[in-house]
C-alpha cells in the first residue's frame, strides 16, 4: 500500500543540543503525509504568520494495536475465501480488545497534549481520536511545526509547513492528526432532479422519436437514425427481473445501511408511498430507520435539500432490489469529512449492518493524508466485522474537465472498499436486460430551426481510473493492468437516460407535494447493487462478507457479465420542461448518447467504466 494510508515508525533525526548540565531533549519522529498535499500547488500563496493566540482545533488520531499493516492482512484475510480466518468476524468489543488503542496510550497522549499547552476537549467513544482545542502557538509547541496563512483554493486558510513531530514516547501510538488544515472540504451529492416531461417510454425502445410531442412535427434523424424516446425512469419489478430473474430471495434477515448528509423529513411516507405504488410493496413496522445526529450544522454550504434527493434515491433503490431487507439510514451532521467520519465509526461501532451503501466523495486531489488514514481505519473495522464498504465511483468520467486533471475519486477507490461505476442500461418490454454498454453522455441540441442535432459536448459518465494514492491490490493482480489500484470494481445501470423513477416531496410554486422525477449517476448504481447483494448475503451470509473484493476478483468473478457491447442506438431523445415543473414554457429536445465516457473506454475484461462487468444471477449464489 502506498504511504498516504500507512503510517511509518522511522524516526525523523531532530538533532537537540543539550546545555551543558542538562538533560537532553527527547527525541522525536514525524508523523508522516500530515503536511497538506496542496501546498507546493500553483495558486497557493503564502499570506503571513498567524497571531500566536489564534484558534487551532485538531483531532490526534490513534494508531490500531499491532500497526496498520498487521490490521490490513487480517481485514484481507477474514474477506478471502480459502483462507484459515475466512469469515470469523470480531464483534466490535472483540475489535477493539484485539486492534483498538488502549486507554493507556489514551493517557499518555492527553497527558502530552496537555503539558504542551492544548485543552483535551474530548476523547472519542472508541479511543479512536482525542480533540485538542488551544492556539496557534500552543499547537506548534505540540506538534513541531510551524503554522501560516494561505491563500488556497479561494479560502484563506491554516496549515502546517511541515509533517507533523511528536515525542518517541507517544509517537507510536499515533496515526494521524487532522484540522491543523482548515481547509473546508466538503463531500458532494449529485445534482437536483427533475420532473420528467412526456413523451417517454415505459420500457426501452417503446417510443421512436419521430416526431415531436404533438405526434405531428417531425425531429431530424441522428446521425442517419431515428432514435427512441428515453425510459420515464425503471421501477422495482423492472431492474428486479432484469438482474436478479425468477429468484424468491428478497434480502429478509438482511440489514442495508445508507450514509448521506442530513435527514429527509419525509422519507418514510415518500419511500412507502413509492413503493406501493410501483410494486415494491409497502415497509413494514421498523423495516425503515433513520439514525440522526444531535443536530445539523454548516446547512449554507452544504444544501440539505439536495441531500434528501439522495437519501430518497438510495432508499428506494435499494427496496427496489430487496423488498424484505432492513434499511438503517445514517445522516451526517453536514458534508464535511469529520462529520463524516464520525457517521461511519457509529455504523461499525453499533454493529448493525452488513453492508453500506455511499453515494458521495470527493476526487483524489482533494483529499488529506490524514483523512484518508482516518477513513481507511474505519473500513478495516468494517471488513473486520463482517461489513462491506460500497461507494459510488463517480459522475464525472476522468475528472479532466472538472478539474485539468485525470484521477480517480476518494472514497471510492480505497482497497478496502468496493467501487461501483455505472452503465446504460437496456431492459425490454418483458423485463430482460436486453443489452448495456458503459454510462457516458454527450449532448446534443435541437438546433432553432428543428432540423438537425448541435454538439455540445461531455456531459457525465461513470468515475473511474489508476489511484494516484493506492498501489494496486493482490485481489486486482493479473486483473486490472497496470500497478495502481483501479476503479471502478463492478458497475450497474447509472445512466439518468436510463436511470430510475423515484418518488419525493419537492416544493412546486402551488406548494409541497409527492412528485416522480427519473434520476441517474452511479448514486444510483452503488444502491442497486447494495440492495441485490443483501439476496447474496440472505442465502449464504448473513453475518456478512466483509471486503466483498477478494470474492468478486476471485471464485465470483463469473458471476458478472463483462459489459463490451452497445446498445442498438447511439442514444436516446430526452424531453425536458423549460421550467423543469411543466409545459407552459415549452419543452426541451436533446440528444445523450451512450458509451462516450471522456477518456475512459470499455474494453473486453475489466475496464475503467465498468469494472468487471455487471451482476447476474450467479451473484445471488456466490458465497462458497
Not at 90 to 115: C, I, K, M, N
Not at 132 to 141: K, R
Not at 542 to 568: E, M
Request: include cysteine.
Amino acid at each position: 500500500m502506498v504511504a498516504a494510508a500507512v503510517t511509518a515508525t522511522t524516526a525523523v533525526a531532530m538533532a537537540m543540543v543539550a546545555a551543558p548540565g542538562a538533560s537532553a531533549a527527547p527525541s522525536h519522529t514525524s508523523i508522516p503525509h500530515t503536511t497538506p498535499n496542496w501546498l507546493d500547488s500553483a495558486g497557493t500563496v503564502d499570506i503571513g504568520t498567524p497571531s500566536a493566540a489564534a484558534a487551532v482545533t485538531a483531532r490526534v488520531y490513534l494508531a490500531p494495536q499491532g500497526g496498520l499493516d498487521a490490521l490490513k492482512a487480517a481485514a484481507l484475510a477474514v474477506s478471502t475465501p480459502g483462507s484459515a480466518t475466512y469469515h470469523q468476524f470480531l464483534t466490535p468489543e472483540q475489535y477493539r480488545s484485539q486492534f483498538g488503542p488502549t486507554s493507556d496510550e489514551v493517557a499518555a497522549v492527553e497527558s502530552y497534549l496537555a503539558s504542551a499547552g492544548l485543552a483535551v476537549t474530548g476523547v472519542e467513544s472508541s479511543n479512536r481520536y482525542v480533540s485538542v482545542a488551544g492556539t496557534v502557538a500552543a499547537a506548534q509547541q505540540a506538534f513541531g511545526v510551524s503554522i501560516q496563512n494561505f491563500d488556497h483554493d479561494g479560502q484563506e486558510v491554516q496549515a502546517p509547513t511541515s509533517d507533523v513531530t511528536l515525542p518517541d514516547s507517544v509517537a507510536d501510538s499515533v496515526l494521524t492528526v487532522t484540522g491543523l488544515d482548515t481547509t473546508a472540504h466538503t463531500m458532494a451529492p449529485p445534482p437536483a432532479g427533475f420532473r420528467n416531461a412526456r413523451p417517454c417510454s415505459i420500457f426501452y425502445g417503446q417510443i421512436e422519436a419521430a416526431f415531436m410531442a404533438d405526434y405531428t412535427t417531425p425531429l431530424p434523424p441522428f446521425k442517419g437514425a431515428t432514435l427512441p424516446y428515453a425510459p420515464c425512469g425503471y421501477t422495482g419489478p423492472q431492474f428486479r427481473a432484469a438482474y436478479e430473474g425468477d429468484t424468491t430471495l428478497d434480502g429478509s434477515g438482511v440489514t442495508v445501511a445508507i450514509t448521506d448528509a442530513y435527514a429527509a423529513p419525509t422519507i418514510a411516507t415518500d419511500a412507502n408511498t413509492y413503493a406501493v405504488q410501483h410494486g415494491d410493496g409497502a415497509y413494514g413496522d421498523d423495516q425503515l430507520t433513520q439514525v440522526v445526529p444531535d443536530s445539523f450544522k454548516h446547512a449554507a454550504r452544504c444544501n440539505p435539500s439536495g441531500w434528501y434527493g439522495e437519501e430518497t434515491l438510495d432508499v428506494e433503490a435499494v427496496h427496489a432490489m430487496a423488498p424484505g431487507a432492513n434499511i438503517r439510514y445514517y445522516a451526517s451532521a453536514s458534508c464535511d469529512d469529520d462529520d463524516f467520519l464520525d457517521t461511519l465509526n457509529r455504523v461499525v461501532d453499533e454493529d448493525q449492518v452488513q453492508l453500506v451503501s455511499n453515494s458521495w466523495g470527493d476526487v483524489e486531489e482533494a483529499e488529506s493524508a490524514a483523512n484518508i488514514a482516518a477513513y481507511e481505519q474505519v473500513f478495516l473495522q468494517g471488513a473486520m466485522e463482517g461489513i462491506s464498504f460500497l461507494f459510488s465511483s463517480g459522475d464525472s468520467g476522468d475528472e479532466l474537465a472538472n478539474t485539468g486533471i485525470k484521477q480517480a475519486d476518494y472514497p471510492t477507490s480505497d482497497p478496502y472498499v468496493t467501487s461501483i461505476g455505472g452503465t446504460s442500461t437496456a431492459i425490454n418490454r418483458n423485463g430482460k436486460l436486453a443489452r448495456e454498454t458503459g454510462w457516458g453522455t454527450v449532448k446534443y441540441t435541437l438546433a432553432a430551426d428543428g432540423t438537425s442535432w448541435t454538439r455540445l459536448g461531455f456531459l457525465y459518465g461513470s468515475g473511474g481510473g489508476s489511484s494516484a494514492l493506492f498501489n494496486q491490490p493482490v485481489y486486482q493482480a493479473g486483473k486490472v493492468p497496470g500497478a495502481a489500484r483501479g476503479v471502478p470494481d463492478v458497475a450497474m445501470d447509472a445512466d439518468p437516460t436510463t436511470g430510475m423513477l423515484i418518488g419525493e416531496t419537492q416544493t412546486f410554486p402551488d406548494g409541497a407535494a409527492y412528485g416522480e422525477y427519473r434520476i441517474g449517476g452511479t448514486s444510483l448504481s452503488s444502491p442497486l447493487f447494495a440492495g441485490m447483494t443483501a439476496l447474496t448475503l440472505q442465502n449464504g451470509a448473513q453475518g456478512g462478507l466483509g471486503l466483498l473484493n477478494p470474492l468478486i476478483y476471485g471464485s465470483a468473478s463469473s458471476a458478472f457479465r463483462d459489459v463490451t457491447g452497445h446498445l442498438k442506438d447511439a442514444g436516446n431523445v430526452r424531453v425536458d420542461y423549460v421550467n423543469g415543473i411543466d409545459p407552459t414554457r415549452g419543452l426541451l429536445y436533446s440528444v445523450r448518447t451512450f458509451d462516450q465516457d471522456s477518456s475512459l473506454k470499455v474494453t473486453n475484461g475489466w475496464d475503467f467504466v465498468t469494472g468487471l462487468g455487471s451482476p447476474t444471477s450467479a451473484w445471488l449464489t456466490a458465497v462458497p
